[in-house]
């Protein structure tokens, strides 16, 4: 009897095994085709001033709605276009996208759009992003470009210069995820940023209280570092107050996260009143962060 469990065990290993890669398989073969086909929209997330209780950003993040599979994460069909190349025409797709949504909204916002380290070495990308903003009337400030520190750590030098080109154009230039990979507090110096995104797993740790002391001090310590190097610092993943406390109180004065307003589409994000996006929660949020 044993041995027959273990042999069903076996076999429903091996065709989940097998779903997982047609599942993969669908996926690569109908992303090609997910722009041209109206799948894909963009949401929007609210990045809040969490001194003036101000929206100050909107990060652009992408969505697609698979025909019989339904909504299909980034984090998940992201990766298959970057493995075909096709991450570079539909980046541009997004771009684009987002900074004519951007047109819609107030002035003083910033659109944030993730760049893949794919269309960061891509050699026409400056290039690509001055045209977007010319074609998308686009004042070139009130974009914010997020890189992983992954696209930057594969060859510092050449990121590097790329942000500056990039910053030629007056465009911001944001390091998402921060504290993931490989960036040690010093490269902060040498590359040409605006922003740090302190990735939400740190943000995480600070749930409920006073978190781990370890992550309090080199949260401390980035903040510092930050101020030196006159960098933004947002908090990425804010749930709860604690965390928002947590940060506040360490000097961090942007926020982002499902406490203070979640991904919505652009029509949601318009009839929200600019000064409280999130709405109630929002205003709870800047009574703690204001406390
Ligand atoms: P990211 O750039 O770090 O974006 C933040 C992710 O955290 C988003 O997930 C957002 O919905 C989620 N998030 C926001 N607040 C909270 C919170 O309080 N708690 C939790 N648990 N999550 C929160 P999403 O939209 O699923 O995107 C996942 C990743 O996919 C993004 O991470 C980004 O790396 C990538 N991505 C999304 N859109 C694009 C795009 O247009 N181009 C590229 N290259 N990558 C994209
Ligand atoms: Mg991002
Ligand atoms: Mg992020
Ligand atoms: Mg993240």
Redesign the pocket.
């Known amino acids: 009897r044993a041995k027959r469990t273990g042999k069903n065990a076996a076999y429903r290993y091996a065709s989940a095994l097998g779903e997982a890669e047609a599942r993969r398989a669908t996926l690569e073969r109908d992303v090609q085709h997910a722009a041209t086909r109206g799948e894909l929209t963009?949401?929007y997330?609210p990045l809040f001033d969490l001194r003036t209780r101000q929206a100050v950003k909107v990060?652009?993040?992408?969505?697609w709605t698979h025909p019989q599979l339904g909504e299909v994460?980034?984090?998940e069909f992201?990766p298959l276009?970057?493995a075909t190349g096709l991450?570079v025409p539909?980046?541009e797709w997004?771009m684009c996208r987002?900074c004519t949504d951007a047109r819609h909204l107030p002035g003083t916002l910033v659109v944030?759009?993730?760049?893949?380290p794919v269309?960061l070495e891509d050699p026409d990308f400056p290039q690509t992003v001055r045209a977007v903003l010319r074609d998308c009337g686009l004042a070139p400030g009130r974009l914010e470009l997020?890189l992983?520190e992954t696209a930057l750590m594969r060859d510092v030098a050449r990121a590097s210069h790329t942000l500056g080109e990039l910053r030629a154009l007056g465009v911001r230039v944001a390091l998402?995820?921060f504290g993931t990979g490989h960036t040690s507090l010093s490269s902060l110096r040498d590359l040409p940023l605006d922003t740090v995104?302190i990735?939400?797993s740190f943000?995480?740790d600070l749930r409920g209280g006073q978190g781990q002391p370890f992550t309090q001090t080199l949260l401390g310590a980035l903040l510092q570092v930050a101020e030196v190097l006159d960098l933004e610092v947002v908090a990425?993943?804010?749930?709860d107050d604690a965390q928002l406390r947590a940060l506040h109180a360490l000097g961090c004065h942007v926020g982002?996260?499902?406490?203070?307003g979640?991904?919505v589409p652009l029509d949601r994000l318009l009839s929200t009143p600019w000064d409280a996006p999130g709405g109630a929660s929002q205003e709870r949020a800047a009574e703690v962060a204001l406390a």
């Open positions: 963009l949401h997330q990060e652009a993040l992408l969505r994460s980034p984090a992201i276009a970057e991450i539909l980046g997004v987002a944030a759009v993730n760049v893949s269309q997020e992983t998402d995820d995104k990735d939400r943000v995480a990425e993943g804010l749930e982002q996260g499902y406490l203070l979640r991904p």
